[in-house]
């Protein structure tokens, strides 16, 4: 049962990733119309860094330098972010964040040294020293793949550490009232 919650959760973090980084309106996301993202009623993604560069002839764009990407209270870091757009369709093809990688939500903390997401497979791979970790609980491996439209997780040289969620009813029976 434990190993059942401890995997909800994970699966909870990693399509927290998902989230931030995959938009039925990623078409509109070209370098071209950038700066006039059309969000469709959706959260407005917010992206700083230091130094961006957008190229139409490469179907590119680059953050770089002290990256922080916003959707509602989901939050990314990291030192560069790279997108690579589709030359054709001009939706995203590829995103990959690397550098001291972390996203953070509530309790949820999801770090790596890369994660990247691909559309076409709809699927996030995170490596280097990759950790998901919601409140006590942590799984680590040595990456960890996250299938976003079967739900399915693969970690090769998986490690969790469980914590056992306390009773409040007992803990409020032995200090009292």
């Known amino acids: 049962m434990r190993s059942n919650r401890i995997l909800i959760e994970l699966t909870v973090s990693l399509f927290l990733w998902s989230y931030l980084v995959h938009s039925p309106t990623a078409k509109a996301a070209s370098p071209e119309n950038l700066l006039s993202l059309d969000t469709q009623n959706q959260e407005t993604i917010t992206i700083t860094s230091d130094r961006a560069e957008l190229s139409n002839k490469e179907y590119t764009a680059i953050y770089r330098d002290n990256v922080v990407v ?3 209270d989901v939050t990314l870091y990291s030192a560069e972010i790279k997108t690579w757009f589709d030359n054709d369709s001009k939706r995203i093809k590829q995103i990959k ?3 001291g990688v972390k996203l953070v939500q509530a309790d949820i903390i999801i770090t790596a040294e890369a994660a990247t997401y691909y559309e076409e497979q709809q699927k996030i791979v ?3 020293k990759p950790m ?3 409140g006590a609980n942590v799984l680590t491996g040595s990456d960890i793949t996250y299938f976003m439209d079967t739900g399915k997780i693969v970690v090769q040289d998986a490690k969790s550490t469980l914590q056992p969620k306390t009773d409040l009813k007992a803990n409020s029976l032995a200090t009292g009232p």
Do not use: D, E, M, V
């Open 70 to 72: 916003k959707r509602g």
């Open 97 to 99: 964040a690397t550098g």
């Open 126 to 128: 995170l490596t280097g």
């Open 132 to 134: 998901c970790k919601k």
